[in-house]
């Protein structure tokens, strides 16, 4: 499953970033340094139907596993009886069309799909599933199989103006083409119930276990979907490749949302699979470096993972026993492609002065690359555009509010085709507070702004 194109051309990308401030469904423009990321979220909530701050709910860490989720769960109940189709659907995905194979592969799950590799999270499960009765062997699916399918931006931005002056914010959005699952997002705040203090925050599906979207004090984190493994040609490779996937299906190994859920509620590391909570607060020092030394070499799937402490951001384009890792301390961002897919496409662009739109499609075989490598240039020349006038107002002693502000990455994030009609969600992650400093929920899809 890959996000759907929109086949928007280079020069209406290029137009619509140098203005850095078209919020998608053609809403007002909304000018950084003019509001406060609180009022571009509320700004953009009135503008875009049906968009609104997902709803809060704390889990407490100090209960049994099996208690922790049932208050979401029961609250959630009726826009969860919709999920078994859902769920059924995800299954299909993975097979034929054939309605031998599909009933085989339900048969098999109901029998083979029987928890997850951590025992507390399989625990948690449990209790969702006495609250709603949506089949275990369906939930388990859901938390296995989510990660690979989402299209996504994620990436790191340092701002030199507002509440988070000098740090780098973590952005991010959630693209995914499963309409039923934009009203089930929500935020969730870890606590300790004998002391309180939130130890870490989240942005879920109800009933999704793992961390997609996660911070704590001192750690940011997000996944973004790969399409493609390394060396996908070699019969050996694929092998190895997919024994894991099946290996991952059965609870034999853990996922990599379980794995990120490891780095921000436990202690840091990817050996920390019983994700055994932050009762004192998790140690932070040299969480990068850490995660730098320890991660590329755990077995997961394909995927582009994202970290930052609030100083650096780092991109890791992971395989499956490998990764190829990006730093910035100033902006870096990913979607969902490969850094050498990129640079095929700006060689190709060079020699045959075409636009990004007609190259992409070609050289990948399929829309994701048209539709990731477009977005990818729209956000890096909003940044560029943004940068520029930074410089200009710098010379300008007369020059408004800096504009390389938490607001203008707000901004960015409310803008087509950061924001587009797949989009299920967008945050502002401080990972230096530990809070999650903005985020908007988009419970319709929007609509591509006349750009013409």
């Not at 449990?126 to 199989?145: Q, Y």
């Not at 890791?316 to 026993?321: S, W």
């Not at 107002?393 to 509010?401: E, I, V």
Request: with cysteine.
């Amino acid at each position: 499953m890959t996000p759907k194109t929109r086949g928007q051309s280079a020069k209406a990308a290029q137009d619509l970033s140098a203005s850095c401030q078209s919020p998608a469904n053609g809403v007002d423009q909304v000018a950084p340094g003019t509001y406060s990321v609180d009022s571009i979220q509320t700004f953009a909530s009135s503008q875009v139907p049906d968009a609104d701050v997902p709803p809060i709910y704390r889990i407490d860490l100090s209960l049994s596993p099996r208690e922790r989720y049932k208050v979401l769960a029961h609250d959630y109940k009726d826009q969860l009886k919709g999920f078994t189709g859902i769920l059924n659907d995800l299954l299909e995905e993975f097979v034929s069309k054939s309605e031998f194979y599909k009933n085989l592969i339900k048969k098999l799950s109901q029998i083979l799909l029987r928890r997850l590799y951590s025992e507390e999270e399989t625990e948690e499960l449990r209790g969702i599933h006495d609250v709603t009765g949506i089949a275990m062997h369906l939930l388990i699916c859901f938390n296995v199989v989510l990660d690979s399918l989402m299209g996504c931006t994620s990436g790191g931005a340092r701002v030199e103006g507002g509440a988070s002056k000098g740090r780098m914010l973590h952005f991010r959005t959630v693209d995914w083409h499963m309409e039923p699952l934009r009203k089930i997002v929500v935020q969730l705040e870890f606590v300790d119930g004998r002391q309180g203090d939130v130890a870490a925050r989240s942005i879920t599906y109800v009933g999704f276990l793992g961390m997609l979207t996660g911070v704590r004090k001192g750690l940011s984190v997000s996944f973004n979907a790969r399409y493609k493994h390394n060396d996908s040609t070699s019969s050996a490779s694929n092998a190895q490749y997919y024994f894991h996937c099946l290996l991952v299906l059965l609870g034999r190994r853990p996922s990599m949302s379980h794995i990120l859920r490891g780095y921000i509620l436990s202690k840091p590391g990817p050996k920390a699979h019983g994700n055994e909570a932050c009762r004192s607060g998790c140690k932070t020092t040299n969480a990068l470096a850490k995660i730098m030394k320890e991660l590329p070499q755990v077995p997961s799937i394909a995927c582009y993972l994202t970290f930052s402490d609030g100083k650096r951001t780092i991109v890791m384009e992971k395989d499956r026993v490998t990764a190829r890792i990006r730093s910035s301390r100033s902006f870096i961002a990913v979607t969902n492609h490969d850094q050498d897919d990129l640079h095929l496409v700006s060689q190709r662009q060079e020699h045959d002065k075409v636009s990004l739109g007609k190259l992409a499609s070609p050289l990948a075989g399929d829309d994701y690359l048209e539709e990731s490598v477009g977005r990818m240039a729209s956000l890096e020349e909003m940044w560029k555009q943004a940068k520029k006038r930074h410089r200009r107002k710098q010379r300008d002693k007369n020059g408004d509010q800096d504009p390389l502000t938490d607001t203008l990455v707000a901004s960015i994030m409310v803008t087509w085709p950061i924001s587009n009609e797949s989009t299920h969600y967008w945050c502002l992650m401080d990972p230096m507070t530990g809070e999650i400093e903005a985020c908007m929920r988009y419970l319709t899809p929007l609509q591509e702004p006349d750009v013409s």
